[in-house]
Structure formats: C-alpha cells, structure tokens
C-alpha cells in the first residue's frame, strides 16, 4: 500500500533520513519508534509533504507522490495525525472535522465516524479546546478519517494522554485498520501502546531503520534498550 525508497530528508547540510526504506502492506499497523530526536516526526511530516525530501520515492497504492504538496497527497489518499493533535481550538468538534472534509471536496460528516467516536457526537458543538487530551485525541483521528484516507500516519498519538486512555487508542487503531480496510503508520515512544497497536515494529535511529521485528516475535528487551535514554 504505501512503498518509501531511498527516502532522504535533510534541514539545510543536516541530514536527517538517509536513504531509508519501508514497505506497509494493506492493512498493517506498523510502529516506527525511537527516542526523540532520531527522526520519527521529520519522517511521518516528509511522508505527508509538510518537509520537503531531499531525495528517493514515496508510492502509495502505485500513485508517486514524490513530487506532490500536501494537499495533493491528502487527496491521493494519505491522513496525518500531527503530533500534538493540532486540532482547532476555538472550532466545535463538528467544525474541525468538516475541515478533513473540506480537503477532498465534501461536505458532509459521514455517520459512521460517530460511531467511531460517539463522545463526539454528544460532544459536536463543543469547542475543541474544551475536550480532554484523549478526546482531542479521538478529533484529530476523526479529522483525519474524514479525509477517506488510503493510509493513516499519526505522529506520537499518547503523547500527553493518560495511560489508562492509550490502551483505547490501540483497540481504535485496530478497529479502524479492520472496518476500513487501512494500512496505518504510527510513530511512538511507548512500547506497551505498540504491543498493544503495532502488527510490525521498526526501530529508527539517527535517521535509518535498525531493527525490525513482528509483533508476536518481538523481544520487548532489545526494543526498550533502543528506546532508553
């Protein structure tokens, strides 16, 4: 579903992803961790076309959007989960979701987002800066959902979220995968969430994938020693 090759980014004589390859099948959840720093964010914001590539080719679903802006590869079928939510404070639920509609041309929620996420049903009048930090959460997916992506990339989704509401998180994540038929893409710090999320495990480290393991094989041990500080 979505092929990245040879995929360079760099800020000014900084290189930051050296010539780095992945491959996401239909409907795989693969986690790419690592600590901070080491290239998680600028590559989820080069895979969408925030930060420009210096080099090599992102495919998705045989489209090349190497040379595609953002918006352009929204409608190719990619969704961005920012980390942080960067959801729109002063909007409604209901508002902020229409602005994912707004990016493919439609107007109108679709029903089976709420059943998603119910709470934001209840909830679609509310501005958005008065939900919780889960619930928010929850908006920047639905956002990202209205997109009627082919592949969903969200950058550290428990970031500032309570633990007991991350285990929710990851049961979502699968559902989705499930029901919509999505390959997903997930940066993250925290390896119970990717046990609980993740079908594949990518470890990155200064720029370049350095260990990969499937869920069921993996040795959360050699995983966590990339992860300490």
């Known amino acids: 579903m979505l092929s990245v090759k040879q995929h360079s980014v760099a800020y000014g004589q900084s290189s930051i992803i050296q010539d780095l390859n992945l491959e996401v099948g239909k409907q795989e959840i693969v986690a790419v961790v690592g600590r901070n720093g080491m290239g998680k964010t600028t ?7 925030m930060t420009p590539s210096r080099g090599g080719q ?16 929204v409608r190719a079928g990619i969704g961005f989960v920012p980390q942080g ?19 493919v041309g439609e107007k109108r929620i679709p029903e089976d987002l709420y059943e998603l996420f119910p709470v934001l049903k209840e909830m679609q009048h509310r501005r958005g800066g008065n939900l919780s930090g889960g619930q928010q959460q929850q908006l920047a997916i639905a956002r990202a959902l ?9 950058d550290e989704p428990t970031e500032g979220i309570q633990p007991n509401i991350i285990k929710d998180i990851a ?17 993250e710090q925290v390896l119970s ?6 079908d594949r495990i990518l470890v ?14 993996a040795d959360q041990d050699k995983i966590a ?3 300490a500080v």
């Open 171 to 187: 049961k979502t994540l699968r559902r989705i995968r499930d029901e919509r038929w999505l390959a997903i893409v997930v940066s």
């Open 193 to 198: 969430f990717v046990m609980d999320a993740a």
């Open 58 to 73: 992102v495919t998705l679903d045989g489209t090349d959007l190497s040379n595609l802006k953002s918006f352009q590869r």
């Open 85 to 103: 939510r960067m959801i729109f404070p002063t909007l409604t639920v209901k508002e902020n979701i229409e602005t994912g509609l707004a990016a």
């Open 204 to 217: 990155i480290e200064k720029g370049e994938i350095v260990h990969e393991e499937l869920r069921e094989e």
């Open 225 to 227: 020693s990339y992860l």
């Open 146 to 154: 209205a997109t009627r992506p082919k592949v969903l990339l969200l």
């Open 43 to 49: 590559l989820m914001k080069s895979l969408v076309g």
